[in-house]
């Protein structure tokens, strides 16, 4: 069955630095996202990405993160310079129609110290 | 801000019972409503969706829509310890591009 997946599972990092994180969508699906849970907390929307440009972005999304679909397989999230309030599960999703039925890959954690 | 409400829990049912999740979303002109079930530490699965005021059943599961009161309902049937997780009802907000907004999800335990 095909599936997301995304890299890494766990990142640690040191606050200040660059963090990119990895997905592979699933192959014949057109809106990708990225969303974050903290922990505890609720699941936030990020960001959604169609036809090879940002469709939607929440306030959370600030001028620190970026996204790309550098090579039509992978789907990036970039955060430039990351502070500890950026530590979170991200979730990359993907889906074909764009109803929301959204097919979520296993989240990569990331700790800032 | 277009918020959609869950009750935290968690709601504790026995198994074989029906357990009943409730939701509430603010933005009146929502037209897609899902049900994704999360396990502890895992990623959201879809569950259910529902565009249509009215029931939608699939297995055990009974979703129900009600629009003019901007309220959907999850129903597990028979209910098993392995439906303990974390239920999040989520919502397409209007005027958005297939944004996706979650509640904070209901915890459901099912004990033996």
């Known amino acids: 069955e095909p599936e997301v997946t995304q890299t890494p599972s766990h990142q640690v990092t040191q606050m200040g630095q660059e963090v990119i994180l990895r997905c592979v969508p699933i192959?014949?699906?057109?809106?990708f996202y990225w969303y974050r849970q903290i922990l505890g907390q609720k699941v936030e929307f990020l960001v959604s990405?169609?036809?090879?440009?940002?469709?939607?972005k929440s306030e959370i999304f600030d001028d620190q993160f970026s996204v790309e679909r550098p090579d039509g397989s992978n789907f990036t999230l970039k955060i430039r310079s990351t502070k500890l309030e950026d530590s979170a599960m991200y979730f990359c999703?993907?889906?074909?129609?764009?109803?929301?039925?959204?097919?979520f890959g296993e989240g990569s954690r990331l700790t800032v110290l | 801000q277009k918020e959609v409400e869950q009750n935290s829990g968690p709601l504790s049912v026995p198994e074989g019972a029906i357990a009943s999740l409730n939701c509430t979303y603010s933005?009146?002109?929502?037209?897609?409503f899902f049900w994704y079930r999360q396990y502890s530490g895992k990623s959201p699965e879809l569950i259910m969706s529902?565009?249509?005021?009215g029931d939608k059943e699939d297995g055990r599961f009974t979703a129900q829509l009600n629009k003019a009161s901007q309220y959907v309902s999850l129903l597990i049937r028979d209910s098993q310890p392995s439906d303990s997780a974390t239920y999040l009802c989520?919502?397409?907000?209007?005027?958005?591009?297939?944004?996706?907004?979650f509640g904070a999800g209901t915890r459901l335990a099912v004990h033996p």
């Open positions: 529902i565009y249509s005021n």
């Open positions: 192959s014949n699906h057109l809106y």
């Open positions: 933005d009146r002109g929502s037209q897609s």
């Open positions: 990405f169609y036809n090879n440009e940002i469709s939607e």
């Open positions: 989520a919502v397409v907000t209007s005027g958005g591009y297939n944004k996706l907004i």
């Open positions: 999703a993907s889906t074909r129609s764009g109803t929301g039925e959204l097919f």
